[in-house]
């Protein structure tokens, strides 16, 4: 019985009664101008329409603005307990349709969450278990990958390719390797008038070489002092735990050198009998 | 350089899994940025904030760490023994090796991960006063100081009740065991083990409302077939492709 996944996503279809239509349009435009209300009427009538047009649907017997806001048992509750998010695995075996409907629960819910937010932060409250936001944003990553991965297997079976947005390696103006997301579709560099234009003209000349000297002593500066801190370390554990497995260490930092660093002076310490 | 200085602020995962809560919420909750470039062009994405933190008993999520890491403060920093693997879990019986309750056996009761410390229940204790005025002298508490995992306590084998050294070995059924050193029994891993903040075991998790139940996250709905996934739900939804320039790429 150990399922903690989030959100019940399945829900019976719901015919559309008008008599709950108007007292939801009622509720949700209480306390409007009426130049507002008619607008608000537009939009209600229109949505009501798309909803229908859908039949089916995943959303509770509320369609009014009240949705924005989560349980009014949860109102000013110090722990709203809910389960994990949904993993990849869980995702793969859901139809098409049912991630697509259950994007949108996910969607509403962290809509409501948001709205819980910030009405929490206005009126100085507790959001209880903000974490929630969290495990919804997870849950949308990993249907997200999901879907790509479908589409991505039709596209390689289809075409040979991934149906992804290209991305290759290129020089940007000041000589430094790239690697963005082209726009649209590869062109040969050979018959691209902008290659060849940024061959003849861009990340060329002394400055270019001089930055690329400049920039490439940064990254090195990098290392050796990432290096050093690395080895300082190891010797201030030598130090402090001096019956410390060296297989251990040299598993974690295999490129200090243990055995030179057991004899430096760091690691000695100024104990006259480490000193003798 | 990145790789090390996560590795060096990285929250214990015996201490993420007790807690039970995402790692992004952890890492959102313990974020503290000082500084960050905005979202143009003209910036180069580049982000201040506090690197190194000092774990105490207080978890890395709450309003406390946040007071112990406040901000622009800066700590000693400190040295933690690297241990490879892990053996000490809550719940298990260890021995106190050091200080006043040293030879007495207890349960442990939490582990700090980052620290190497765990702490026992009722052992290893000192007194703190809350509430202290100067007409009153204060409310006093019992709380377990904690205690390292390296040489201030040892585990107990069940079969003697005796501290023992442990070793990770593989049962024929390929499940890794702790055995005792000494006598060659296997210490089995402590129900409390599992435990996190938000359920005693996982049979033990009480649905929530929004909770999806087993039967309908077990169900088997997808069926493959030659089609993208947009395809798909237009197709189910029986609508058309209209905004088509090429024929060929009509899905039939």
């Known amino acids: 019985m150990f399922v903690l996944t989030k959100l019940k996503y399945l829900a019976t279809p719901i015919n559309y009664l008008n008599s709950s239509i108007t007292l939801t349009f009622s509720t949700c435009c209480n306390g409007c101008s009426r130049e507002k209300l008619i607008t608000c009427a537009r939009d209600f009538q229109g949505a009501v329409r798309c909803v229908a047009a859908s039949f089916l649907h995943t959303s509770s017997s509320r369609y009014d603005l009240m949705e924005f806001f989560d349980d009014e048992k949860n109102w000013g509750a110090s722990e709203v307990k809910v389960g994990r998010a949904w993993k990849k695995e869980e995702l793969r075996i859901k139809s098409n349709s049912d991630l697509h409907k259950l994007w949108y629960v996910l969607l509403k819910e962290r809509n409501m969450l948001l709205t819980m937010e910030h009405e929490a932060k206005e009126k100085v409250a507790l959001f209880p278990n903000p974490e929630r936001l969290d495990k919804v944003a997870e849950s949308m990553e990993n249907l997200e990958s999901v879907v790509r991965e479908r589409n991505r297997a039709y596209f390689e079976l289809e075409t040979g390719e991934t149906g992804e947005k290209e991305a290759v390696f290129d020089h940007e103006e000041l000589g430094l390797k790239q690697f963005p997301e082209l726009a649209g579709k590869r062109i040969s560099k050979h018959i691209d008038e902008h290659w060849h234009y940024r061959l003849m003209t861009l990340f060329k000349g002394s400055a270019v070489a001089k930055f690329k000297k400049l920039y490439r002593e940064k990254i090195a500066n990098e290392e050796r002092k990432a290096r050093n801190r690395k080895r300082n370390h190891v010797m201030h554990l030598l130090k402090r735990f001096p019956h410390i497995d060296t297989a251990t260490l040299e598993k974690l930092y295999p490129e200090v050198n243990i055995r030179k660093a057991m004899l430096h002076k760091k690691t000695l310490g100024n104990h006259p009998h480490n000193r003798a | ?252």
């Open chain 2, 1 to 252: 350089m990145r790789l090390t200085l996560l590795l060096f602020e990285n929250v214990g995962e015996l201490t993420k899994k007790y807690a039970n809560l995402p790692e992004r919420y952890i890492k959102r909750s313990m974020e503290q940025v000082y500084w960050k470039t905005p979202n143009a062009i003209q910036y180069l994405p580049r982000t201040v904030q506090r690197k190194k933190f000092r774990f105490t008993t207080n978890r890395p999520w709450t309003y406390q760490f946040l007071q112990q890491n406040e901000r622009g403060t800066h700590r000693k920093k400190v040295f933690v023994e690297p241990i490879l693997e892990w053996s000490i879990f809550r719940g298990d019986r260890v021995q106190v090796l050091v200080g006043r309750d040293k030879g007495k056996q207890g349960i442990v009761s939490r582990v700090i991960q980052e620290r190497n410390w765990v702490l026992v229940q009722g052992l290893n204790c000192h007194m703190r006063f809350t509430g202290k005025d100067k007409d009153f002298p204060g409310v006093a508490v019992l709380s377990e100081a904690p205690l390292l995992v390296t040489n201030q306590v040892s585990l107990v084998d069940p079969s003697d009740l005796l501290p023992t050294k442990i070793e990770w070995r593989f049962t024929e059924e390929g499940e890794r065991v702790r055995v005792s050193e000494r006598t060659g029994r296997i210490i089995p891993m402590p129900l409390m083990a599992d435990e996190t903040h938000d359920y005693k075991s996982k049979s033990a998790y009480k649905e929530s409302p929004k909770d999806t139940v087993e039967s309908e996250l077990t169900k088997i709905t997808f069926s493959p077939t030659l089609r993208t996934f947009e395809m798909d739900v237009m197709n189910e939804m029986e609508k058309k492709e209209e905004n088509v320039t090429n024929v060929a790429d009509v899905p039939s």
